[in-house]
């Protein structure tokens, strides 16, 4: 219902106070395993990021710049590890959107995802050079969704040990 007061009728939700609590409950359930519940969130987020220019200013930017941080850190770390791949077509998106909404802030928040001491992948599978590679591909493929969606998906398998780090390197050119 959240997701379709977005879609048509954004001022409905996003005006309201209860708005940051609803955004703190979508990036809570992000780190769930099960893929129909995920998509939702992933959808739901994806909207929220793309909302009108009038509104983002008032409403959603706020939540968007406080929480940006603990966003990508939990969007990355799904993807790396604990998404169900069926869901990680809807993962995709919801990425490109939010680095073209929010630009260098999104570049700023991967690499502190990628480089916190805790990060699920180890570094004998993705190591600095291949997170350095993923970095500079995301920034590469900023207004080309389509090769972008599919960087998203091979550094999912290089993540889950299905292909190796060298599918990164295509993408820099």
């Not at 379709?4 to 359930?29: E, G, I, K, Y």
Request: net charge neutral.
């Amino acid at each position: 219902m959240c997701y379709r007061f977005l879609l048509f009728c954004p001022d409905a939700l996003v005006a309201q106070a209860s708005f940051p609590s609803t955004m703190d409950l979508s990036l809570a359930c992000i780190p769930l395993k099960e893929k129909e519940p995920l998509r939702a969130i992933f959808c739901f987020i994806e909207r929220a990021a793309a909302i009108p220019s009038p509104m983002w200013e008032s409403c959603a930017a706020q939540w968007f710049s406080a929480n940006g941080a603990g966003l990508y850190k939990a969007l990355i770390w799904s993807l790396s590890d604990s998404c169900p791949p069926e869901a990680i077509p809807r993962l995709s998106p919801l990425l490109f959107s939010l680095n073209a909404r929010m630009a260098g802030h999104a570049q700023h928040w991967m690499v502190a995802a990628l480089s916190a001491p805790d990060y699920p992948v180890p570094p004998n599978v993705l190591d600095d050079t291949a997170k350095k590679h993923f970095v500079q591909a995301n920034a590469n493929l900023a207004s080309n969704q389509r090769r972008f969606l599919a960087m998203i998906q091979d550094f999912a398998q290089i993540c889950r040990q299905q292909q190796t780090s060298d599918a990164l390197v295509a993408y820099q050119m």
